[in-house]
Every structure is written in structure tokens, then in C-alpha cells.
């Protein structure tokens, strides 16, 4: 979602005020993240729980990034903090799932192996 509303903001909002150097860097960073976050969904169907904390650490890191990169400190808790939090809330729910999901796997194992 991310990757499609910067593209819309990059290339039609923003789309002559902009040098076409920093359109394709902008691109470019874009699709490392989607990649980034692609590659935690592929890593989640075998390891749930590395997969929600890399998500969380790199959300987190992106946010404090671009809080920096722009000099807005304050943007991290003013700018769109409602979907912020909920995805915080959702990897942490994501988190808590897969850790019982782990000790459901074990007593299962345990009873039946």
C-alpha cells in the first residue's frame, strides 16, 4: 500500500516539481522496503516469530529514519499515528500468536511424538 501511494504522490502529485533523479531514487528506496517487507512474509511461514520482530524493529527503524532524514522528530508521533499504532498492535498480536503457536507445537509433539 505504501509502495502504490508514494508512487501516486512521487509521480502524479509531486510529478514536475521534482528532479527525475530524486523520482528514481525515491523509486528505488520504495521498492527495497516492499522488498524488505515481502521477504518477512515469505520468512513468516517458517519462522513467525523472527519474521514479527524484524517487521517491528524494521517498521520502527523506518519511521525513525524518516524522522530524521527530514529533521520532524515530532512527525513520529503526529503524522498518521493511528496506522502507526495499529501496526504495531497487529505485529505484537502477531508475535504473541506465534509464541503459542510454538508451545502448541511442542506440547503437541510432546504428547504425540
Known sequence: MMFVIDTIMIQGVYGNRLPS????????IDLVILGVF????????SQPKLACVLALVGYWGLQFGVAAWTGDITSLFTQGILIKIMFTAALIRGLKSANRAVMLQSELERVFG
Do not use: H, N, Q, T
Not at 21 to 28: G, P, R
Not at 38 to 45: E, N, P, Q
Open 38 to 45: 515481502i521477504g518477512l512474509y515469505v520468512l513468516a511461514r
Open 21 to 28: 533523479e530524486w523520482k528514481m531514487k525515491l523509486l528505488v
